[in-house]
């Protein structure tokens, strides 16, 4: 047991190094071709900390691990906003942009149940990976067009984030040696992860939920958090949406567009609605005066712990 918790953390490890060493490659790659080191710090801090979800559901999928795959998505959604959130907000309250609450969280609410309504038949098909593929092209048009609209702490902070211009080779050798990390650590975490679920008698899904969830919601949690302790609640709050926005949109997309997922009767009724409720709540906290209290980060993080307690009620019930 204690070996493939071991292996679980090693492949957490090398999953965040593999997904630092890609961001950074591809960013290089893309300063060297001429994109605005704006545009590139929003996609290196949406997509790095996407990564580690994205190698591991295309790993699952692979090897047939519908429910962990999904429920990997699900899971993280959740816990970015009431793990990362509601944490960070009980430390340190976290003003928002109006834009946050006029377009992103009601974009993550209408796309989580755009989600929902796709899973009816019991599967993401491909033709399902593909409309949210299009979804996701159509956000990041929309991300660089309106980036001359965000503030100018937030354009340095983020440009800042992607100015590390090196040679082209070593821009390629990160991007390949990243790549290779992500592979192999998502395979390590899901054997390890499919192990210990079988040790402990859970099922696939509520591991994908609880364990793998917040174990790939970990690079969040320290973007946001780090974000907010130098004083950028607007990147802290926007990461975390954003990331919600990616898991979506091109995590589950290119998982199903590789591999049709089958959608259990819970994750239908239980796990999807919960992570709609959990987006839906961010609206009314952030609309009366564009901040996240502590009391509501309190909310948030008490909301999540319930969840997790309910999940483990279950797979130990």
Not at 281 to 294: C, E, N, S
Request: proline share 3%; charged share 10%; glycine share 12%.
């Amino acid at each position: 047991m204690l070996g493939l918790v071991g292996w679980f953390v090693l492949g957490l490890v090398l999953l965040v190094l593999g997904a630092d060493s890609f961001v950074k490659g591809a960013g290089g790659i893309a300063l060297r071709m001429g994109i605005r080191p704006f545009v590139v710090g929003m996609v290196l801090v949406g997509f790095g900390t996407s990564a580690p979800e994205l190698a591991v559901n295309l790993t699952a999928a692979y090897q047939g691990r519908y429910d962990l795959a999904v429920g990997n998505v699900v899971g993280s959604n959740i816990a970015n906003i009431g793990l990362i959130l509601g944490l960070i907000a009980i430390f340190q309250p976290l003003a928002v942009q109006m834009r946050l609450l006029r377009v992103e969280v009601p974009l993550l609410i209408g796309i989580g149940l755009v989600l929902w309504l796709l899973c009816f038949d019991g599967r993401i098909g491909r033709v399902d990976g593909v409309i949210l593929l299009a979804g996701f092209a159509a956000l990041m048009v929309y991300v660089a067009r309106d980036a001359k609209h965000e503030p100018s702490v937030v354009q340095d902070a983020l440009t800042e984030t992607a100015e590390t211009r090196t040679e082209w080779w070593r821009c390629g050798m990160r991007l390949v040696v990243g790549l290779g990390l992500l592979l192999y650590a998502s395979q390590l975490m899901v054997e390890a992860a499919v192990g210990m679920a079988t040790i402990w008698g859970m099922s696939e899904l509520i591991v994908g939920l609880t364990v793998v969830a917040i174990g790939t919601s970990l690079p969040e949690l320290a973007a946001s958090g780090i974000a907010a302790w130098r004083g950028h609640s607007d990147i802290a709050v926007g990461n975390v949406v954003g990331s919600c926005l990616f898991n979506i949109l091109l995590i589950i997309g290119a998982t199903a567009t590789v591999h049709p997922l089958l959608v259990s009767k819970s994750l239908l009724w239980v796990e999807l609605p919960a992570m709609l409720a959990f987006s839906m709540v961010l609206y009314p906290m952030v609309r009366g005066d564009l901040a996240i209290k502590r009391y509501e980060g309190g909310i948030l993080f008490a909301a999540f712990l319930a969840f997790m307690g309910w999940q483990l009620h279950l797979a130990l019930g």
